[in-house]
């Protein structure tokens, strides 16, 4: 990693708050530039609103949660105890999906019929 990219992370780590409000930001306008993206998209091919809601809820969720994830890791709090906390929560999630198999699958489904379908 570049000596510059480290020392603007150590300098942002003493300063919590700007980084959080700078992943909010980041958070945001990503957000903003997935949902028109789907939506353009989802305009093209004719695609109904509310699966073009649902594509569009699915990415945000993952959106957040790789953002948090980075937050955390580069906040500090320790790499460790975040991959045990992260595992254990993937646990619980899969024991759930495996539970709920048609969940998963229909998820997928929609996932593919809005991408491929044309």
């Not at 780590?13 to 909010?24: G, S």
């Not at 530039?33 to 569009?56: D, E, G, P, Q, Y």
Request: proline fraction near 2%.
């Amino acid at each position: 990693m570049p000596i510059y990219l480290t020392q603007l992370i150590e300098t942002l780590r003493e300063y919590d708050i700007i980084l959080a409000l700078l992943f909010v930001l980041f958070y945001w306008l990503f957000k903003r530039f997935i949902s028109a993206t789907i939506t353009n998209l989802a305009k093209m091919k004719s695609v109904s609103s509310t699966r073009t809601a649902f594509i569009i809820r699915c990415f945000n969720i993952c959106c957040f949660v790789l953002l948090f994830a980075t937050y955390i890791i580069v906040s500090g709090i320790g790499y460790g105890n975040f991959t045990i906390f992260i595992s254990s929560l993937i646990t619980v999630f899969g024991a759930a999906f495996i539970a709920q198999w048609s969940i998963l699958s229909n998820i997928t489904a929609s996932f593919l019929i809005f991408f491929v379908f044309p």
